[in-house]
């Protein structure tokens, strides 16, 4: 699809997306199609990106991606800027789907329920979600190589420390500190900037 | 107050979609009640979301928006609602308790009853509601794998500790315990467990019941 590509990179270029919180909203708002096309083409690319490091195949990975996309749309009222960013809300709705992997003959509303009824937030919730995505932004960059590429492969790639171990090609003991410290740091750079 | 909370690992593969679908839901009851806990797994999902943003793009299929956009029209399927059967209406259930398929209750003695959860993808995964009357103990049982528990109402006590309402508690294969239930208040647990329990005490019924030993 050059053509929507090329339309959607002026359009970018030209500022009308520079918030993607933003254009969240405003699909819910005016169910805009174009502005919905722009935030394809930038998420639909790193969903597929993470589905593929999830060890799914290419064609899953894209059709996992499509009903990630097709939910942000018909969600999008649900996402509250104040609560998370536009990468974050849209994380958790693919990490969603993920789970359902496993048992998509059966009903794919089922799991969705699960995480749409938990925590309506509560004032100083929003107080800690609201800048959030920014200090934790701030905290992974201010990491080592090492405690990032850990914080990666453990909990954003689901992998198995003993996997990691072999990836790394370092003791399987060495990755659990490794993970844990990284953890620790990270949690740690976020609350100080509080 | 709470006093026993998931640990941050947990709290982590929570936030990471990493555990099975029984054991997200009893995280999902526990942050429903617990500040600290979901502001916990606010900041792993706010890492993920960061990680997602900063992810090298993999390219798409040539037609991937043409066939987004032309699903948007398409009729958003009715949400599944099942409805909290009688039997546990007479309890204030966490949120995401409440839309799930819960199936009938089964009366193991008059003073426990189990109640199984439906969830996808189970495997030899079981999540179930337990109600034990006052003062009742379960049967000693170990676990192959992890346990996750949620208090929902009442408490009660094992070899690790004392577990409240609103309170977490995570067994795995080394823990051989015998719940009892305190007298003050009867006790509804949402439990789930990566595989069926096993008995070691005897006799080898499902769950045995001693009532008044404890306390």
């Given at each position: 699809m050059p053509l929507a590509r090329l339309i959607v990179a002026v359009w970018e270029a030209s500022g009308a997306v520079?918030?993607?919180?933003?254009?969240?909203?405003?699909?819910?708002?005016?169910?805009?199609?174009?502005?919905?096309?722009?935030?394809?083409?930038?998420?639909?690319?790193?969903?597929?990106?993470?589905?593929?490091?999830?060890?799914?195949?290419?064609?899953?990975?894209?059709?996992?991606?499509?009903?990630?996309?097709?939910?942000?749309?018909?969600?999008?009222?649900?996402?509250?800027?104040?609560?998370?960013?536009?990468?974050?809300?849209?994380?958790?709705?693919?990490?969603?789907?993920?789970?359902?992997?496993?048992?998509?003959?059966?009903?794919?509303?089922?799991?969705?329920?699960?995480?749409?009824?938990?925590?309506?937030?509560?004032?100083?919730?929003?107080?800690?979600?609201?800048?959030?995505?920014?200090?934790?932004?701030?905290?992974?960059?201010a990491l080592s190589p090492e405690q990032l590429e850990v914080i990666r492969l453990s909990f954003y790639e689901d992998r198995p420390h003993g996997e990691i171990a072999s990836i790394l090609d370092i003791p399987l003991g060495t990755v659990k500190s490794r993970v844990r410290l990284a953890m620790a740091r990270l949690r740690a750079l976020v609350e100080d900037r509080q | 107050m709470t006093q026993h909370h998931p640990s941050p690992d947990i709290l982590a593969e929570y936030a990471g979609g990493a555990l099975h679908a029984g054991a997200m839901l009893v995280i999902a009851c526990h942050i429903d009640g617990c500040a600290v806990c979901r502001s916990e797994v606010a900041l792993w999902e706010n890492t993920a979301g960061a990680l997602l943003e900063d992810a090298a793009p993999a390219p798409l299929s040539d037609d991937a928006l043409a066939r987004v956009l032309a699903r948007l029209d398409t009729a958003e399927p009715e949400p599944v609602r099942h409805a909290v059967p009688d039997f546990l209406e007479r309890f204030a259930l966490p949120a995401p308790l409440k839309s799930q398929k819960i199936g009938r209750r089964r009366q193991v003695t008059p003073n426990i009853w189990f109640a199984p959860l439906d969830m996808p993808s189970q495997g030899s995964t079981r999540t179930y509601l337990v109600y034990a009357g006052r003062n009742t103990v379960l049967a000693e049982h170990s676990h192959a794998g992890r346990?996750?528990?949620?208090?929902?109402?009442?408490?009660?006590?094992?070899?690790?500790?004392?577990?409240?309402?609103?309170?977490?508690?995570?067994?795995?294969?080394?823990?051989?315990?015998?719940?009892a239930v305190t007298r003050e208040s009867e006790c509804l647990c949402l439990i789930s467990t990566d595989k069926p329990m096993r008995l070691t005490g005897f006799p080898a019924r499902i769950i045995q019941a001693v009532t008044g030993t404890l306390y």
């Open positions: 520079t918030d993607w919180s933003d254009c969240i909203v405003a699909i819910a708002k005016t169910r805009d199609r174009q502005r919905f096309a722009g935030l394809f083409l930038h998420f639909g690319p790193r969903l597929k990106s993470f589905f593929l490091r999830l060890g799914v195949t290419p064609g899953v990975a894209e059709d996992l991606m499509q009903e990630t996309m097709l939910l942000v749309w018909r969600k999008a009222e649900r996402f509250d800027p104040t609560r998370a960013g536009a990468s974050t809300w849209i994380f958790t709705v693919a990490r969603n789907l993920r789970i359902d992997l496993k048992r998509r003959e059966r009903d794919p509303n089922l799991l969705a329920e699960l995480y749409d009824g938990a925590a309506e937030p509560t004032p100083s919730d929003h107080m800690l979600t609201a800048e959030r995505d920014v200090r934790v932004r701030q905290a992974l960059a | 346990e996750f528990t949620q208090v929902l109402k009442g408490a009660f006590v094992d070899g690790t500790g004392r577990y409240d309402e609103a309170d977490f508690a995570c067994t795995d294969d080394a823990i051989t315990h015998t719940p």
